[in-house]
């Protein structure tokens, strides 16, 4: 089993700040990439942001230069700085794991996902 709970979530004024961690737990052998989505009731879910075990991003054109992902390997941890907020930040994000699970000598790759925490942007 692996659990993937993001938290930091909250209220927050225009021009503020706020960071999103996300914890996977349970049996993990490794983590490849890691990614924050955001969602809107009623619109599709949207990639955020991107981290592959090596460091490397990428963000959605929106957020650049305001957000910044990061992550622990060794916790198993992804972070989301969020700097600079603007109303229409405000949604739920989301966080998934790609996740390397091994089973007797096979590994396989599954993706799991976080419940979201919600995130709200006040003008």
């Known amino acids: 089993q692996v659990q993937v709970v993001e938290t930091g979530g909250g209220l927050v004024q225009a021009g503020g700040s706020l960071r999103l961690s996300c914890a996977a737990s349970g049996s993990i052998s490794s983590i490849n990439d890691m990614a924050w989505y955001r969602q809107v009731p009623g619109k599709p879910r949207e990639l955020v942001a991107t981290?592959?075990?090596?460091?490397?991003?990428n963000y959605v054109d929106s957020v650049k230069g305001r957000f910044t992902i990061s992550r622990d390997n060794t916790k198993n941890r992804m972070y989301l700085q969020m700097n600079s907020l603007k109303p229409e930040d405000t949604a739920f994000y989301y966080c998934r794991a790609d996740v390397v699970r091994r089973s007797g000598s096979v590994y396989g790759v599954t993706d799991y996902w976080g419940q979201g925490t919600r995130v709200t942007v006040s003008s």
């Open positions: 981290i592959t075990s090596g460091g490397g991003t």
